[in-house]
Every structure is written in structure tokens, then in C-alpha cells.
């Protein structure tokens, strides 16, 4: 099996610690004095642009006290802190941008290229490969301004990262989408990309999300609650981490994550899904597998035996729905040959039993030996729970047979923990094999 000679080992990766932020005009800014205090615990260099607005809402003496560093503000100022071309010394300073908060007004003038202040110039002068992060605030319908979502598109097309906004009451008193992640949350998420911005580059992982649809005829179909969230939550995080996601995605509440590192095909049924993965998997070619794949989709387990070929009324349909099995994906992708098989393969069982129940583990148990997956996570579903939420609870089987109850957590945080064992577990996997080939090297050369 190939070796995977680009996962860093942990000394090998390198971190990004010097972040620029740049605070543009919104309530939200009295929150980056703390953001700067938890980044600079977590041992970020902090350099912070504020735009004219921002200062409106937080004073450039409390963000130079709490970042350690001159504010810049001014894209022609010659005072002694803030030397000529700022755009350009602090484009280049930066290993990464954060913007917090973003407002509609600045994504929009980050979407359109214009750098008519210090702010924006920054990120016209930025290289590409800079990993650029922003945290929006807003009010709930601003962020769904039509013109808003399409800012917010192009940008993330372009590799930039939103981190939230989340669900919650805004300053103007609104409850909605539109509310900044609490500082605590963004430095954990700064932290963790430091930690993991290149555990997967040059990798590739395969993921399933959201809901099948089986036709039962044209219009109507069977179907489950999943909202997507978790898988899209895990492309965004294996694409966070250097990887090349192949996100194959049913039917979802939510939009589909847009990153130039994942590439998204629609499947509907959970037969065209086993299609696309099966494709997939034999297209990389032997010897060249998925690293990971993560099963995350909820699959419908029947279909209707004979869908009708067009509408039928009450009258000509019988009330009988003869159903047959869908293709196992899971299980086809976790029995494939060894070269075509993804090297790590995981189940994402939705049950109806409490985490951290004797019957919860029972039945994840009997269905990892099932499935044939190396690892089996497994999720309490019950009364409404995690389907469409923004947390979720998991406890994790592996391959030794070893069950891990994890804390409550958002499904964002969550996918990025997997992630972050997913990498482990293939760092052992390459020690191991280097390890075998040194010993069959001695051997034969003795
Ligand atoms: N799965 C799959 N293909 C199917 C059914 C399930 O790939 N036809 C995958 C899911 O994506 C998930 C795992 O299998 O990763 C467990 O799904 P779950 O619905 O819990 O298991 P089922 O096989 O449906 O078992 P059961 O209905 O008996 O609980």
C-alpha cells in the first residue's frame, strides 16, 4: 500500500503563529481585545489593522494593548509606528488573515477587490497562498441579503474561510444566523488550523454526507431528517487541513460547503452515491487509495422495488410499497481490495440510543463487525437531537475495539477533532510500515 510521505509528523509542521487581524467596523469589535488576549495565550504574534468604523466600536489603545503591537489604521500614515507601504509590510508580515468582526460592507469590499483603505489594501497585496479567516457579524437579515450570500460565495470560492456566524440574538436585538463566534471559539479554531494546517496535504479523503432520496415515484420519495451539517462540517475540515475532499452529498437542508480543496458531486439515491464512490475509488488507481473515507450520510436502508414511472393518483396506487435493500456503502467501500480501499474507513452510525448506554455500545459493536469499517462513531438521534443542530454528542469504537465517549461538542469542533485522530491514526500506520520495510531490508541484505 502506498506509504503517504507528505503527513507531517509533528515536529515536521510547521506553524503559522503570526496573524494579522483586521477589525472592520462593526458592534462586535469591542470582542477583539479578549480574541487577541486568548490568541497571544495560545502564542500568536498579533498584528491588528482597524478601519476607520472599527474605531467607532473599540478603542485602538485597548487593541494595542491586548495585541502587543501598534495598531494600523491609516493606509498614508507616516507616524513612527506605522512605516510607509503598511499595506504591503503587513501583507507580508502575516502567515495568516483573520477578519473580526467582517462586516456585510467589508465582505462585499473584499468580494469586489476594491483596497481604498488600509484593510482592504492588505488583502490586494496579499500572496495567494495566505490562508485568510473571517469571523462575520451581522444582523440575521443582512447575512441573508442576496447580494450578501453571493459576497460570502465568491469569497469562499476563492479559499476564504468563514468561522460562523452562529445562531444567537445580535446586537440589534434580532435572533437569527448573524452572531460572531465568542472569542473563546475563534482562537480554538485559529489554534487548531496552526495545529493542523498541513496534517493532509497531498491527501486525498472521500466524504459522504446528508440524506439519500428514494424514489418511491416522480415526486414523491423516501428520505430521512439529516441536514448535511456533520459531513459538510468534515469536508471543511479535511480541506482545512491540506486534504482534497471528495464530498458526495444527497439531498441537504444546509448550502454545501464551497473550498477550492473540495470538489462536490450530488447523488441522490444511495444508489447513484455507491456509484460515485465506488468510481472515485477506482479512479485513484491501485496503490494510490482515499486516505480516509468518511461515511457521514445518512442512507435510506430501502427503496421501492418498482418505482412508478409517473404520478399516480390516490386511486391507481397501491398501498402496499413493495422495498427492497440499497446498495451498503459503507460496507462495499470497507471490503474493497487492499490498493483500492480507502486506508482508513469510517462509519457515522445514527442510533437512537443514549451515548454512553451498555446497548448504544452493544449495537455500534455488532454493527462495526457488520460493516467491516475500521472505526464505527455513533450519535443519539432521538426526539429531534443533532439532526439540523448545531452540536452533537459521539462515542467513537476503533479498530482495536476501543470505545471513546466524547463531551457534547459543535459538529464544527468535532469534525475537526476526527480529523486530527484521523491523522494520528495514519502517522502509526506509516511508523509501522517504515518500521516492517527497515526489517525486511535487514533481512534480506543479512
Ligand atoms: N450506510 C451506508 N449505506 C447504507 C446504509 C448505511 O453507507 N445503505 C452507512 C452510513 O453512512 C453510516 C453507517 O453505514 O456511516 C451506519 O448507518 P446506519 O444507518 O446507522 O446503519 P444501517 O446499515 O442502516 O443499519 P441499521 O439500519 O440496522 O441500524
Redo the contacts with the bound molecule.
Sequence with gaps: MAKNPSLLSAADRTCPPRLSLVVSGGIAAYKVPQLCRELRVRGFDLRVVATQNALRFVAKEALAQASGAAVACDLFSHDQDCEDMAHIRLARWGQCVLVVPATANFLARLAHGLCDDLGTALFAALEQHVPVFAAPAMNPQMWQNPANVANVAVLQKRGVELLGPCVGRTACNEVGTGRMLEPLELAERMEAFRAHARMFVGQSVLI?AAA?REAIDPVRFLSNRSSGKQGFALARAFAASGAEVLLVAGASSVPAPVSPRITTVVAES?EA??RACRSACLDKGRGAPFAVA????????FRARHPYGSKPSKRDAACTLALE?????????STMEQGIRPRLV??????TEAVASASLAS?QRT?KR??G?DW???NDVSDGKVFGGEVNRIQLLDETGKMEVWDVMTKELLARRIVVRTAQWLQRQNKRQDEQQSRLRATTSA
Design positions: 459522504t439519500t444511495a452515491m455507491a468518511v461515511c457521514a450520510a445518512a442512507v435510506a436502508d435493500e440499497t446498495p451498503d456503502i459503507l460496507r462495499e467501500l469510517v462509519g457515522f452510525a445514527a442510533e449495537k454493527k457488520a460493516k469499517c464505527l462513531i455513533a
